[in-house]
């Protein structure tokens, strides 16, 4: 029980980071913002047509008496909508990410030289076209496990009271693994961890992902926090790589004071 509080303790020090680091905040925003207006979009564009797109798919309904034809096509609507909504929910963070791999592996690096106890930080040589591929071949790896679970949950959903109580909790726990892969990619890949290693080093401490992906996830799902909260969600999961591979990071709040540019003190390796 202890690695909960220890993974939430990981996010809102995140949180503070991007906090004293306001340059660093205002530029990890951008991604998110780009990602809001596109998802807002198409969730319009679904909205508006969708009904004419169920009313194409399901030509047998045409000849439907009132109301049966309405209740149908009305129910497959919301149905559409509702999954484009889950799906936008899912692949937010994937598709921030990836908008934001410049900007988020610079963050993630910051981070890691801020509370790194020689100053350093791990660097990768890849090129950025070969960063981006990876970590799109990863994100669609991940969502693809992702779908089997929500899969499995929605059929569960119908079960009489379990479906009402514990499967909701578990989807928030499901959500939260994913969620934290995610963002720990960040700073794993560029440590030139494989998505399989990654998922067995989360699988170790799951209790401490939870502590840390859950309350993200529930976060999340309050309109626009997902696009506030998404730099010091990837500080907080720097750190959070940090403690799963048992790296020793400074704690104490000296080393990470900002100068007055709002960046952070340059230390001294060694």
Request: aromatic share 12%; with cysteine; glycine share 10%.
């Amino acid at each position: 029980m202890r690695d909960l509080g220890v993974g939430f303790g990981h996010l809102l020090k995140g949180q503070r980071w991007v906090a004293r680091h306001g340059r660093r905040y205002g530029f990890g925003l951008l991604p998110g913002l780009i990602t809001l207006v596109l998802y807002a979009a198409a969730l319009v564009a679904l909205a508006v047509w969708g009904e004419d797109g169920v009313a194409w798919a399901t030509p047998f309904a045409d000849h439907w008496s009132s109301p049966w034809q309405g209740l149908f096509r009305g129910f497959l609507t919301a149905v559409l909508f509702a999954l484009g909504l889950l799906l936008a929910v899912l692949t937010f963070t994937a598709v921030t990410l990836l908008i934001g791999q410049p900007f988020y592996e610079n963050l993630s690096e910051k981070v890691d030289a801020d509370v790194s106890p020689d100053g350093t930080a791990p660097r990768s040589d890849l090129p950025l076209w070969r960063e981006l591929w990876i970590s799109a071949r990863d994100s669609v790896r991940v969502l693809v496990r992702a779908a089997v679970w929500g899969v499995l949950l929605f059929a569960l959903g119908f079960l009489p009271f379990v479906g009402q109580t514990a499967v909701p909790v578990l989807g928030f726990f499901v959500t939260g693994f994913f969620l934290t892969e995610e963002l720990t990619a960040v700073a794993l890949q560029r440590r030139g961890v494989e998505l399989r290693t990654r998922l067995a080093l989360l699988r170790s401490r799951k209790t401490l992902v939870w502590g840390f992906g859950t309350p993200l996830g529930l976060a999340f799902l309050v309109p626009f926090a997902a696009v506030f909260l998404m730099p010091g969600a990837v500080a907080g999961a720097t750190l959070l790589a940090r403690e799963l591979l048992g790296e020793d990071s400074e704690e104490d709040e000296s080393d990470c004071a900002t100068d007055a540019d709002g960046t952070a003190p340059t230390r001294q390796a060694g």
